[in-house]
């Protein structure tokens, strides 16, 4: 990737956080329609988020103090410091208003501003509570699979808590714009067990859609205990409404 098209990518990120931070003032989520479930996951960091953001400040109020006399220099200072109280505070807000988010046909998974994975329902193979800590990962970004394929993580305060495993592999676009297929996606979600019971009931809601046309009338058929495209009971062929089985006049033969 050309130095160019790095920087546009990273004045993107900026601008997406900074719009995360207005989001979160307003206490509204982007990227979340109606119908839609959001799987939060911003709450494993609020206090590493906030501790940081602290000190931030307690550092800008001391240079200040330390710095008053020198006008030029004091402004830079106060300046960068401000950005950087700011930039923590955006990856706080970034994490809020942009949740993982399950919707009937695809589950976005979302690493703040930094980058979104896409995964069609249809493509989960397996689902499941799987907590991890501290992952060493490849150069990358993940684990490399014997197809070209790699494991990725997103991970929260170091940690991640459910394993997707795909049947087919898509396409994850990291930060600076390169390209990776995924087979394993690793995240982390505050309810991780509700997340996972979620994500498997819509794997079921989708798969049975697919099957609701054919499915329909042969559940009516069994339950209503009558033999399919005919509307007579068991053992009463012609119709008569009656449960006898007919009679047959059929006597034992004589040996000779």
Known sequence: MSRAAAVRRLAAHEGRWLRSLGWWVARRRIGVAPGERALGYAGAQAALVYGLAFVCGVETVGLGVLLAGKAVVHEVMLFIDGYTVLTVLGLQAAAVTRPHVLGTEVLRLRDGARREIRIPLERIASVRYDLRFGKEQRKGGGEGGGDGSVVTELPVAGQTSVTVELSEP??????????????????????????????????????????????????????????PGNGRTPGNEHGTGSSRAPKTASLPLKQV
Do not use: N, P, Y
């Open 170 to 227: 898509v396409v994850a676009v990291r930060l600076l714009g390169r390209r990776e297929t995924v087979r394993t996606v690793r995240f982390h979600c505050d309810e991780a067990r509700e997340a996972v019971a979620a994500i498997r009931a819509g794997m079921a809601a989708r798969g049975g859609a697919a099957e609701a046309g054919g499915g329909a009338g042969d559940e009516r058929d069994a339950g209503s205990g009558h033999a």
